[in-house]
């Protein structure tokens, strides 16, 4: 008998497990936000070349009555569309330009220079970016994307690190932590004085991001029984994408990347306050020698879902040694990432499981961290980027029941990894096109998420099946901490990231063949057992 069979005798899926699993998941939607913000707070404007003061007497030319868009035509070179260039100006004003038809005029032969005053922005759509601030542009342009590459980095130093410290020191004490270090790294991001300041509160708020992941999934699922798993499973993944259409109307109203930061990271402090009430894992208590406490805390949940006789009935001598006697057992033998490798089998999941966790997480990022490459709307593609999902994550879920888990992942890299490619060769100007193919990437890159997390839990068998699960996470961070810098090929060849982004996909799919089906199958226990099973 396991724990799942102890909260069926208090209640089961009760008052008590709504309330815990809607304090835990409402704070998803404000994860998805800090993950996305850059899209909008890193946002790149069209600019050009600051034009100097000055006056015409300077060059002695007569004064004229004329404006900055005319004006800018005898400071910075223009392109064949009459579009100033973002990154060199003349070395000398050129004010025959003035008098020209932009379109015969040659200005192959004038000398230029990198900006040397600074660079004017519009700023129709966005007040104020991180890219504005510190002109993130030109030679400068790389440290965008490695703003979001060091953001990724924090997130898999608290995945290593605060998963750690959570099997010492209890997951409730982690996740309030957390809480807390989000909620002021994310405050004080917003007063960022220079943009190393702002690189090194983003990691930190990564790893804050990655202990309040790790945890409340524990937390929520360790109270819920079995069956009911996968409904709560799939709330939290709906959070996620609510998280990401409700980014596109923060921004949308704030305009201002320190604002925008603020309003994301001030809520947080209430999460934090209410944390408090969540309880400890009962599971952990009594595996660290804490029965008193896991006593204390069965029962109140057992008075929470209205079975007050059925909680003063639990002892800990009979009832709690009885349900959570086989977690005991396998909490004996210390499991640690070796054994993921040591036996044939473990192997060759471990391998395949890499590939697709790595690959799925490249592909989303590569697809949601840079909108602007669509030429349209971000507030409007982020909007839609959220909305695809609940469709995709449905389907998923009724492809994984009925179809079975091999075939529903496989496909749902397959396809997303060639509608990817397919796109690296659709010209810029068919927006349209562009847009549509990379939303129904993106849902089923989506969907893929929520795929691999079920099939990675049924895939390990128990005593190993949280350090498969934290070695699957690390690589998926992996792949999001590359995804940004894949950016830069475009410098190189118009559509390669995208070549990249559909590639590993199409690869991690074709790998997810040779993995075990596992649709109805019960979950192995022993790593003996798997080996048997799989001989």
Known sequence: MGFSDLMDSVGGL??????????????SIIMASHTLMQNFSAAVPDHHCRIPNFTMSNWNITPLALDGQTLLKAFVPHDGKNKPSRCLQFTEPQWHLLFLNQSVANTSGLQTEPCRYGWTYNKKEFNETIVTEWDLVCDLRHLKQMSQTVYMGGILAGAIILGGLSDKFGRRRILIFSYLK?????????????????????FVTGMAISGIILNAVSLNLEWIPIKSRTIMGAMNSFSSSTGQIALAGFAYVTRDWRTLQLVISVPIFFFFFYSWWIPESARWLIINKKPDEALKQIRRVARINGHVKEGEAITLEVRISEHIQQEVQSGKKIYTAIDLFHTPYMRKTTVCLMVLWCATSFGFYGLVMDLQR???SVFLVQVIFGAIDFPAKALCAFSMMFIGRRVTQAVLLLVPGLLILA???VPYELQTLRTTLAVLGKGMLGASFTCIYMYTLELYPTVIRQTGMGFGSTMARVGSMTAPMVTMLEDYLYGLPLMVYGTLPVIAGVIAVFLP????????ETIDYVEEMNE
């Open 423 to 425: 796109n690296a060769f």
């Open 182 to 202: 989000l909620a002021v790294s994310g405050t004080c991001t917003a007063f960022s004085p220079s943009f190393s300041v702002f690189c090194i509160l983003r």
């Open 517 to 524: 089906e596992t649709l109805n199958m019960p979950l192995p």
């Open 374 to 376: 669509f030429g349209v």
């Open 14 to 27: 009760g008052r008590f497990q709504f309330i815990n699993s809607a304090l835990l998941i409402i704070p």
